[in-house]
């Protein structure tokens, strides 16, 4: 195995700590993510693998070791397990429960602005996974949907499986953060909190803020702020009022936007106190004007796997 490796699929069939490489399903800032086969246990894995081009920085391999023990001591139904991690050859690697599924960046480019009722199912799980991190201390500080995994649910009462991904830039709350750290904001600012802007302390009300972000992003296709040069961007974040959803979402009651702007108020303490108080809030302002039918998602429309032949004639 070379690292890094001569091609893109270079890494296509090679076999790393065990593990053995079978196609690519995204990356971000740091890592790629693979595919993999776990071939002492047989059973199909997601690997993530250190960027080749971070692999001789100190700060880039801290961080992506310090993701795995973030992530594993998190022991939640909607954050990905992680089997193992380690260094092989020079490769930094993680070994995590593979989602079966899009992340949800995907799945808003796909579908556009999604119905209320699975925009606010999707929200629950996450904020449960963020208060779940924020007992524990810990500030996700990355919440956008390329770090949120989508599956299908285990049924129709549950028709999404929602999984945060990518705790590698997670942190202690309450330590001071401002753009210093090497290559902190090498994907997005659309979902910074202001504080995180101004380098102020941060703790679990900045990934509130974030994920409000998200929810407004889900509702009306875009996040709340988009300006076309990033200094723009990062003044919005900090003085700019949100736009109302009612001018892309007519079928949205005004009170959502009021949940909306307080938790992405700018001063934390402004915001709701927990993820699931938000959630809570949206659930109440939306009560009585969504039908509380389900409202089928894209997960709904990937068609079911075969059965295998042996249980074919049991099925009628
Ligand atoms: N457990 C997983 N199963 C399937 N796909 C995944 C998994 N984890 C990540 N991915 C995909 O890989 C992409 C990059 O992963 P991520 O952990 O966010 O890396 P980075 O730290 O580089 O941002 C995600 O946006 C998602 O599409
Ligand atoms: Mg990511």
Redo the contacts with the bound molecule.
């Keep these: 195995m070379s690292w890094p490796p001569k091609s893109p699929s270079g890494l296509i069939g090679a076999e790393i700590a065990g593990y053995q490489v079978e196609c690519e399903?995204?990356?971000?800032?740091?890592?790629v993510?693979y595919r993999a086969r776990d071939l002492r246990l047989g059973r199909t894995v997601?690997l993530?693998l250190l960027a080749p081009e971070f692999t001789r920085n100190d700060a880039f391999r801290r961080r992506f070791a310090q993701e795995s023990r973030v992530a594993a001591a998190i022991d939640h139904p909607n954050i990905?397990p992680v089997f193992e991690a380690g260094e092989t050859d020079g490769i930094l690697y993680i070994a995590?429960?593979?989602?079966p599924g899009q992340?949800l960046?995907a799945l808003i480019d796909q579908e556009g602005p999604l119905p209320v009722p699975a925009a606010l199912r999707i929200t629950a799980q996450l904020a449960s996974a963020l208060d779940a991190a924020h007992a524990r201390e810990l500030v996700h500080r990355d919440v956008k949907p390329?770090?949120v995994?989508v599956a299908k649910g285990v049924d129709s009462d549950h028709p999404e499986h929602v999984y945060l991904?990518?705790f590698?830039l997670a942190k202690k709350s309450l330590s001071l953060t401002g753009f210093t750290t090497a290559g902190e904001f090498v994907g997005t600012l659309d979902y910074v909190a202001p504080e995180r802007i101004a380098g102020r302390p941060v703790d679990g009300r900045s990934d509130l803020y974030s994920l409000a972000c998200v929810v407004h992003e889900m509702l009306a296709g875009a996040p709340p702020f988009r300006r076309a040069d990033q200094l723009e961007l990062l003044w919005a974040h900090q003085y700019d009022p949100p736009p109302a959803l009612g001018e892309r979402r007519p079928d949205i009651p005004a009170a959502l936007d009021e949940v909306l702007a307080r938790a992405l108020a700018k001063a934390p303490d402004d915001r709701y106190d927990s993820c699931l108080e938000f959630v809570g809030a949206l659930r109440d302002a939306v009560a009585g004007s969504v039908p509380r039918l389900r409202t089928p998602t894209v997960v709904d429309r990937v068609p079911p796997p075969e059965p295998p032949s042996w249980a074919r004639p049991f099925l009628t």
Excluded: P, S, W
């Design positions: 399903l995204g990356r971000g800032g740091m890592a993510v997601a993530k990905v995590m429960c593979y989602v992340d960046r390329a770090n995994m991904t990518d590698g």
